[in-house]
């Protein structure tokens, strides 16, 4: 009554209206029209041609030659889940966020987990990294969370995107390996790029092959904000923690299960909740001013950066839980769409140059992926929050506007929407003054330390960890067959920790050659905490 989902409810409740259910029902061609024969063709003769007018046949064989769609360019493979995401307390004072609103309230979610290199059919434990996409169908339109399950990430700028993905996919000319990251292509660019190093460690790591999807953290990765509804703003970095832990395979069971069971995540996920064992994950919100950003050793617009647990806590503000397996893949998981640009009054972007890119790229590529502009109007996709524009048309829309306006302003329409004026969406005020920039193609030069992030992370690692690591990186570069690759790598290795290079190196019969040169005069940077802010009390 309060607009507070009781518990189960998401949004495949929504769904009930389009779903179907063909048991014991007639069966009939997509007009309606009975079927008295699914067995054999319309025929001149019993032993003649087909004849062109068996228009059962030609529109079950005719639908048939396009039930394929385009998979994703990147995310191709993954799982989905319906639930919800249920609110700790009041976040009003520094969010207007619809989920935030009230202790207790709960928001239906849909969750998408997936690997990135992989195509549709390959296998669950492959070394890569995992999706982590996250839809919240709030009172207030459609939030879109689409993170991954490491905190950086391999590039600075979004320029550099189909580059990284280019040369981590299957190699043009004979479309081998499918393996996420083992041959030369993807080794050849990334030993090009420096500013991949941080993210290269989480991706030898045991991170990369988690145990289940269950077990796995999620970040937003970039820098958000929050907004209030005064339209102050703080600085914001997402985790997901699973309530279960965060475990992962060794390396040697991942090669195993790739062949034994490719759906080994999927399974996993489906079975625990038929088994009403549902996934939960706790949300926490890294929450800093502009002012504390400022004197950060690192640039937060930077997505090969974290932002250590030392200089700002993680503070826990709500749970989410997945507690209903969708009805049909295709329907749901294959053609739900999410987008960094989906965001809601009360959350906002920043000028991180990887985070502005993604806001362009996944409409995009959705109106090649599901056919037109309109893909929003297919349930999955569609807010649970009334939609009112004037946008028309197009292929397969489905609502039927009425009445002679779609346009505004208007004198005619009566009825016709109207915008909104509130204060706290995308009008964030910035705490710190804005000089006036000229246009420019390049980058902050806090951007260039590539390799303090990478240690930080090398030296967080145990024994044990570590010495996954070492062989992760000896396995794949035995995949490398360009003998400078190798050499390059190592030298990369060699900024990060001696001890990695020389490990690696042993591996391979290498020597360890000089660190790469740093990019500029990086700065050394020290990491000094600063107090948490405490708009949040639990
Ligand atoms: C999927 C682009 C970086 C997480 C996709 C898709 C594209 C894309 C085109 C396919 C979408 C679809 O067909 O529905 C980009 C670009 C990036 C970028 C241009 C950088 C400039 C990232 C980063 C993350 C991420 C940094 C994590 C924070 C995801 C996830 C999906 C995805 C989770 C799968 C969503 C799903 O489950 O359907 N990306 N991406 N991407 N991306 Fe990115």
Redesign the pocket.
């Known amino acids: 009554g309060d607009g507070v989902p009781p518990v189960g409810v998401c949004p495949a409740g929504d769904l009930d209206r389009v779903r179907a259910d063909g048991g014991e029902q007639r069966l009939t061609t997509n007009q309606g029209v009975p079927i008295a024969d699914n067995q054999n063709s319309l025929k001149v003769g019993l032993r003649g041609p087909t004849a062109l007018e068996d228009f059962i046949l030609r529109e079950k064989i005719t639908h048939f030659d396009h039930e394929r769609i385009p998979e994703?360019?990147?995310?191709a493979r993954?799982s989905a889940a319906h639930g919800y995401f249920e609110s700790y307390q009041d976040l009003s004072p520094i969010t207007r966020a619809a989920p935030f609103a009230a202790a207790g309230k709960r928001t239906p979610v849909f969750v998408?987990f997936?690997t990135v290199a992989g195509e549709r059919g390959s296998a669950d434990t492959v070394r890569d990294v995992r999706?982590?996409?996250v839809k919240f169908y709030t009172d207030e339109g459609n939030w879109d969370l689409?993170?991954?399950n490491m905190p950086v990430?391999f590039i600075q700028d979004?320029m550099k995107?189909p580059d990284l993905i280019h040369s981590v996919k299957p190699e043009p000319h004979h479309a081998m390996p499918q393996a996420a990251s083992a041959h030369d292509t993807f080794w050849d660019f990334v030993t090009l790029m420096p500013e991949s190093t941080h993210m290269l460690m989480w991706h030898m790591s045991d991170r990369a092959i988690p145990r289940s999807y269950r077990t796995m953290q999620g970040?937003?990765?970039?820098t958000f904000r929050l907004v209030n509804a005064e339209g102050a703003s703080v600085f914001c970095k997402f985790h997901w923690n699973p309530v279960g832990g965060t475990h992962s395979l060794v390396w040697d069971e991942a090669a195993k299960i790739i062949g034994a069971d490719p759906d080994f995540h999927r399974r996993d996920l489906w079975e625990a909740i038929e088994a009403g064992a549902y996934p939960e994950w706790e949300l926490g919100l890294q929450i800093f001013t502009e002012e504390q950003a400022a004197g950060f050793p690192f640039d937060v617009l930077d997505?090969t950066k974290i932002v250590p647990e030392e200089l700002v806590p993680v503070q826990p503000v709500g749970k989410l839980i997945l507690n209903r397996n969708p009805d049909n893949f295709f329907a749901e998981t294959e053609q739900?769409?999410?987008c960094t640009a989906h965001i809601v009054p009360g959350i906002d972007f920043t000028n991180d140059p990887?985070l502005q890119?993604?806001i362009h790229?996944?409409l995009d590529?959705?109106i090649s992926?599901l056919g037109g502009v309109n893909f929003h109007e297919i349930p999955i996709n569609a807010p649970l929050a009334p939609v009112h524009n004037n946008q028309r048309d197009g292929m397969h829309r489905q609502a039927v506007h009425r009445g002679r306006v779609s346009y505004e302003p208007n004198s005619l329409g009566g009825g016709c929407p109207f915008q909104a004026g509130m204060a706290g969406f995308t009008t964030a005020r910035s705490q710190m003054p804005q000089p006036p920039e000229d246009k420019v193609r390049g980058k902050p030069e806090l951007f260039a330390d590539h390799y303090s992030q990478a240690r930080l992370f090398w030296i967080s690692q145990s024994p044990a960890e570590q010495a996954h690591i070492v062989n992760a990186y000896r396995f794949e570069l035995t995949k490398v067959q360009t003998p400078a690759i190798r050499l390059r790598l190592l030298s990369m290795l060699a900024n990060v920790d001696p001890i990695l290079a020389e490990g690696v190196a042993q591996g391979l019969g290498l020597e360890v050659p000089p660190p790469m040169p740093l990019a500029t005069d990086a700065p050394s940077p020290h990491y000094e905490p600063s107090p948490a802010l405490s708009l949040l009390s639990r």
């Open positions: 994703r360019v990147v995310h993954g998408r997936s999706g982590f996409a689409v993170g991954n990430f979004a995107f970040f937003g990765v970039h997505a739900v769409a999410f990887l890119g993604r790229s996944y590529t959705q992926r």
